[in-house]
């Protein structure tokens, strides 16, 4: 009992004020190896991992969630489950609901019938729409105590990459598209989709939840597709926002994993930065106490990085790199007022360390980014 008292006390810091909404994301890591192996570790009950996200989320509480990184499947059976897990009590902590959800098919593991990563071979799990090696690998999932104008949603998983505003698309070394004409001009945009969906908030009010999770800029070649392909994805939002709803001054929250650091990594600074400086949203830059421990006590490329180690958000290999980054955000508009924001992320003195565990990946390589608007 008092070992649940002390944690209790330690963890008050992370219950929203009753007149705020919690709003964040979390990359979760619930993917697996095979389609249906999710769902069946979720149910056994007793997957260390998964425990430790249950436990992550119970204590952190938000309202509204963005999940990265969920496989998905057709009936979204695996989603439900866990949800369903979210609901019941556990080791002291209280049932978390989430009676609403959002996540349609997405692009992962989707094949394009074409030889997408100029491999010379079909089939492959990089030849499909998103990076996956079945249909809903490392998907994500929208979930809220709120209602979601689902009706209202907005889905971009089929627009082509080559529609997107001065985008940079790959090429060869002799400057021939890569992979071919045929692929590139095939090519979808979101390598798991971009949403715009509605939260209809207790007053009426409608916010926006812009939700995406572009693909890392690593694992390619000299044509650097992976890299211009997150930074379009970045991109996008810049000219949605500024074409669609800052004219209509609507409220909205841009949340997601979005593998790009704002100065360290392979990332697209520029693009991350176009966001992290435009007018139309503020940055509050959620910290953490062990994201500046881990880049000091793990040193590797942390010792050269320029962004502030407090707000890192994912914990990678130091030797050679890249390092722990800032990849994961929420980002409200500028209207709103923000009441709090915070990382997940305690050092090992500090209450649910175990749930980040010594090697960083008890629950997720990712930390859960929250902000608290009223």
Same mark, same amino acid.
């Given at each position: 009992m008092r070992l649940l008292l002390v944690v209790a006390f330690c963890l008050t810091g992370f219950a929203a004020a009753a007149d705020s909404i919690r709003i964040a994301t979390f990359n979760t890591a619930l993917s697996r190896k095979g389609p249906g192996l999710l769902l069946r570790d979720i149910e056994r009950g007793q997957d260390e991992q998964i425990k430790a996200v249950v436990a992550i989320l119970q204590t952190v509480r938000p309202d509204i969630l963005l999940i990265n990184e969920l496989d998905h499947d057709y009936e979204n059976l695996a989603l439900t489950a866990f949800l369903r897990r979210l609901s019941q009590d556990t080791e002291g902590r209280d049932a978390l609901d989430y009676p609403y959800f959002y996540a349609p098919p997405q692009n992962t593991g989707v094949p394009s019938g074409r030889d997408l990563d100029g491999d010379g071979r079909l089939g492959g799990p990089a030849d499909n729409y998103g990076f996956g090696h079945f249909r809903g690998q490392y998907a994500m999932a929208l979930v809220s105590r709120f209602p979601l104008a689902t009706e209202e949603a907005r889905d971009f998983s089929d627009m082509l990459w080559k529609q997107v505003p001065d985008a940079e698309m790959p090429k060869a070394p002799d400057g021939s598209a890569f992979p071919s004409y045929d692929a590139l001009h095939a090519m979808r945009l979101s390598s798991k989709s971009h949403w715009d969906v509605p939260v209809i908030l207790p007053d009426g009010r409608r916010l926006h939840l812009l939700a995406s999770h572009p693909t890392p800029p690593?694992?390619?070649?000299?044509?650097?597709?992976?890299?211009?392909?997150?930074?379009?994805? $970045?991109?996008?939002?810049?000219?949605? $926002?500024?074409? @669609?709803?800052?004219?209509?001054?609507a409220d909205f929250? /841009?949340?997601?994993? /979005?593998? =790009?650091?704002?100065?360290?990594?392979?990332?697209?600074?520029?693009? $991350?930065? @176009?966001? /992290? @400086?435009?007018?139309? /949203?503020?940055?509050? =830059?959620?910290?953490?106490?062990?994201? =500046?421990? =881990?880049?000091q006590t793990q040193g590797g490329a942390n010792a050269n990085h320029l962004t502030d180690p407090a707000t890192d958000t994912a914990d990678w290999r130091d030797e050679p790199g890249p390092g722990n980054l800032r990849v994961d955000y929420v980002l409200p508009s500028a209207a709103l007022n923000v009441s709090g924001a915070g990382v997940f992320w305690p050092t090992p003195e500090e209450a649910g360390f175990e749930w980040i565990g010594s090697d960083g990946r008890a629950s997720s390589d990712h930390r859960l980014v929250w902000v608290d608007i009223d």
């Open positions: 690593v694992f390619d070649g000299p044509e650097d597709m992976n890299g211009k392909r997150n930074r379009a994805e $970045i991109l996008f939002w810049d000219s949605y $926002i500024r074409e @669609t709803l800052v004219p209509q001054n929250i /841009l949340l997601g994993d /979005l593998n =790009a650091d704002p100065a360290d990594g392979e990332g697209s600074h520029d693009a $991350i930065n @176009t966001l /992290l @400086t435009a007018d139309y /949203l503020h940055d509050p =830059a959620p910290r953490s106490s062990g994201g =500046a421990l =881990a880049s």
